[in-house]
């Protein structure tokens, strides 16, 4: 029982002496700042890509082709050899991501598959929107035909703005178009137009 005693009086002596040493090693200075911490705030945005058509019907309206002739018909609303209703709009292709575009067109259906007759043509026509200029740069890429004025648009996927911006009023295009059709034409015609954004 001694020993024990004796164990227990050495604890608590060296326990007694770490205590003393950790209070004449530290210095107190009440309730003062003496250092500075630093925490952190994560937020981590992802790209979104998204395009959209704010405008996705086009009607070029029915009528009929002058016998003997070509229709000519825009969607600006010049038609020649055509008789009826004429367009004035156009698709608005928009991109509603947070990352710039390259952005091609392409549709579902030949001009042959869409208009039938004789050696039809379906042509569109890229441009910024109003209030959007500068939106749509570099649509004339090596290798395709451009979009700056009216050019055959078919299957193939073509380059119509290389850069679509997303900031706004540089994120949103017009879509144009432009059909020639034969007199030997008759029937409701309808065709898709594919908008594709990579980045």
Same mark, same amino acid.
């Given at each position: 029982?001694?020993?024990?005693?004796?164990?227990?009086?050495?604890?608590?002596?060296?326990?007694?002496?770490?205590?003393?040493?950790?209070?004449? @090693?530290?210095?107190?200075?009440?309730?003062?700042?003496?250092?500075?911490?630093? *925490?952190?705030?994560?937020?981590?945005?992802? !790209?979104?890509?998204?395009?959209?058509?704010?405008?996705?019907?086009?009607?070029?309206?029915?009528?009929?082709?002058t016998?003997?002739?070509?229709?000519?018909? $825009?969607?600006? *609303?010049?038609?020649?050899? $055509?008789?009826?209703?004429?367009?004035?709009?156009?698709?608005?292709?928009?991109?509603?991501?947070?990352?710039?575009?390259?952005?091609?067109?392409?549709?579902?259906?030949?001009?042959?598959?869409?208009?039938?007759?004789?050696?039809?043509?379906?042509?569109?026509?890229?441009?910024?929107?109003?209030?959007?200029?500068?939106?749509? !740069? @570099?649509?004339?890429?090596?290798?395709?035909?451009?979009?700056?004025?009216?050019?055959?648009?078919?299957?193939?996927?073509?380059?119509?703005?290389?850069?679509? *911006?997303?900031?706004?009023?540089?994120?949103?295009?017009?879509?144009?178009?432009?059909?020639?059709?034969?007199?030997?034409?008759?029937?409701?015609?309808?065709v898709?137009?594919?908008?594709i @954004?990579?980045?």
């Open positions: 029982m001694k020993s024990d005693s004796s164990e227990i009086i050495s604890y608590i002596s060296i326990a007694v002496i770490i205590i003393s040493l950790f209070f004449i @090693g530290a210095k107190f200075t009440g309730y003062a700042v003496t250092g500075n911490e630093t *925490g952190v705030v994560n937020v981590t945005i992802t !790209t979104s890509a998204a395009l959209n058509f704010t405008t996705a019907l086009l009607d070029f309206g029915s009528g009929t082709v016998p003997g002739a070509r229709a000519l018909v $825009w969607t600006n *609303g010049t038609a020649i050899d $055509w008789t009826g209703s004429t367009p004035t709009g156009q698709l608005v292709l928009e991109n509603i991501g947070n990352v710039n575009l390259s952005v091609t067109l392409q549709t579902n259906k030949t001009a042959d598959t869409f208009l039938g007759g004789t050696t039809p043509e379906f042509k569109a026509k890229v441009s910024d929107s109003a209030g959007n200029t500068g939106a749509c !740069t @570099g649509n004339a890429s090596a290798g395709t035909e451009s979009f700056l004025t009216y050019n055959n648009i078919n299957e193939s996927a073509q380059v119509a703005c290389d850069v679509l *911006g997303y900031d706004p009023g540089l994120d949103t295009v017009d879509i144009n178009f432009f059909i020639n059709i034969s007199d030997n034409v008759i029937g409701a015609k309808t898709g137009i594919i908008a @954004g990579t980045y």
